[in-house]
């Protein structure tokens, strides 16, 4: 594997494709929740003065009323996607009435899970099945689950780039094939290695006991509203978050093998009953509980650290259009929100995913046998729960090998992909993010997992007086942060014009939405 590595590495003295590299675009979604300033989920409607929810591309809601996502548009530079979620973040901490975003992606104190206020997105079919979707997984994961926020990073590289690469490559396959073999290539590889995300990044620890509402948990207590596990990276992405446990055992799992092979899989899960489902019912007493008893309702239910992504179209399927258009970007999931940075993460871990994403794609990436899709699931599970623990052993094929050893041999390898970075940016960011991660190798204190712990420790204070402090900490950068009259006026006229368009939306709907649902899911 190493020397395919190096043959791939080698192409890039050809003129031009080093350039090519500094074409990508980079993307972010950022989950937060609007709470109030004791701490409480806010009851609230989303804010009117940030548009629709159901149509304003920069500024919606993903499961709660009350869970704010952002999302840039796709960016030419690190330094552009922050400034861009800068930018968002400035308009909506302006027009929030005596609230704040929480600052962790595990959620403040939760009062029981009708505490937390299904999203809604106006009256149309659309925004029906939005909402009843969202009531279908509060009903089959539970609300407390589907709050839980993260940061998704999205990244593609460039047409020029793929042109130049596949002839380097001497590859004759339709451009767009060959794209999407090579995304999917790099997406099994975030999976063989995605460990090193929690790793690097994890900062949720420790959660308020108020989320796991009395169950009984193997997790350690911190202190009396407090649980945690000592050499935990990101419970977010352990046993205790939003998993699709009942699929697998259903016999559904994503199968990376080829696009077309995850489409099948995805497409399977959304047209095969489970009998748990069914006991909950689908239209009850006139009231959607969830869209269909399948497996998954819908693809997006599925959970993975990574998805194949292709732009919808109007009401289109996800697997219908990677179907028709093959994949235009990848999406990954695992990061938590940055509890130290008012944006939730910061421009180090940025310059470091780019050289992941780079490394995943030039690494040598053979199908994952079921052996090794099995050591992917433990090790992402032991890095959460005991990802600090000295000596802690991974699954790497058929042998076991220390986190330290194989997070040093990957960083040393991803040295020569930074090197390509810097030079195509003319910067020296990207190997300057390796050596960082290196550092925290060999000394775990310097994680945000343990950062937070520590602090936690030094304060005298919990998960949520942790997380409350850093929130109004946030909440007091924003306030002091100014946002131009040209910027104030974009997103004003984006938020006005997504209301208009919701309101045509609305007015347009010519079709019950008994009917709306019968022909989404039969779309051809």
């Not at 149309?124 to 994961?141: E, I």
């Not at 042109?163 to 995304?183: A, E, G, P, R």
Request: net charge negative; with cysteine.
């Amino acid at each position: 594997m190493y020397q395919k590595f190096q043959q791939h590495l080698k192409l890039f003295d050809a003129p031009g494709l080093e350039e090519a590299l500094a074409s990508s675009k980079i993307g972010l979604e950022k989950e937060s929740l609007r709470v109030l300033p004791e701490g409480g989920i806010s009851q609230t409607s989303h804010p009117a003065v940030l548009g629709s929810a159901l149509t304003n591309p920069q500024i919606t809601t993903d499961f709660s009323e009350a869970l704010v996502e952002l999302v840039t548009p796709p960016c030419d530079s690190v330094t552009e996607v922050i400034q861009s979620l800068d930018d968002i973040q400035n308009f909506v901490y302006r027009n929030l009435d005596n609230e704040i975003l929480w600052a962790t992606s595990m959620p403040c104190v939760v009062a029981g899970e009708t505490s937390i206020p299904l999203a809604k997105y106006g009256s149309s079919n659309a925004a029906q099945m939005k909402t009843a979707y969202r009531r279908g997984l509060g009903l089959r994961y539970g609300r407390a689950m589907q709050v839980i926020a993260g940061v998704h990073f999205n990244y593609s590289f460039s047409d020029d780039f793929w042109q130049q690469y596949q002839q380097l490559l001497n590859n004759t396959d339709d451009k767009q094939t060959f794209i999407s073999d090579q995304y999917m290539g790099l997406i099994r590889n975030l999976l063989r290695y995605g460990w090193v995300v929690p790793y690097f990044f994890g900062a949720s620890p420790a959660i308020c006991k108020s989320f796991l509402n009395g169950q009984k948990t193997m997790l350690q207590e911190f202190n009396s509203g407090t649980y945690y596990e000592p050499f935990a990276t990101s419970l977010r992405l352990g046993d205790i978050g939003y998993q699709n446990n009942k699929e697998e055992t259903a016999g559904i799992k994503a199968c990376y093998d080829s696009l077309d092979a995850y489409v099948a899989s995805m497409e399977c899960a959304i047209n095969t009953h489970h009998e748990g489902y069914e006991e909950i019912g689908v239209k009850v007493d006139g009231l959607y509980q969830q869209l269909n008893s399948n497996i998954l309702q819908i693809e997006n239910e599925y959970y993975s650290s990574v998805r194949p992504k292709q732009i919808l179209q109007g009401s289109e399927k996800p697997s219908t259009a990677l179907k028709k258009r093959g994949i235009e970007y990848v999406e990954l999931r695992s990061l938590d929100v940055n509890a130290f940075d008012p944006h939730g993460i910061n421009s180090e871990q940025l310059h470091f995913l780019e050289v992941f994403m780079l490394f995943c794609l030039l690494q040598d990436s053979p199908i994952l046998s079921k052996s090794e899709v099995n050591a992917i699931d433990e090790n992402l599970l032991l890095v959460a729960h005991q990802g600090r623990q000295p000596g802690l052993d991974l699954h790497r094929g058929e042998e076991r090998i220390s986190l330290q050893d194989w997070a040093t041999e990957l960083c040393n390898k991803m040295k020569d992909v930074a090197g390509l970075l810097d030079r195509a940016n003319h910067c020296e960011n990207y190997f300057s993010s390796v050596k960082s991660q290196i550092a925290s190798v060999f000394d775990p204190e310097l994680t945000p997992s343990a950062r937070m712990l520590a602090d936690m420790k030094d304060n005298d204070e919990g998960f949520f007086h942790h997380a409350k402090r850093m929130s109004q900490r946030h909440n007091q950068y924003y306030k002091k942060q100014s946002l131009s009259e040209d910027k104030m006026h974009f997103f004003e006229s984006l938020a006005e014009e997504s209301i208009a368009q919701q309101k045509k939306m609305e007015a347009d709907d010519n079709v019950s939405f008994d009917e709306y649902l019968e022909n989404y899911f039969n779309e051809a």
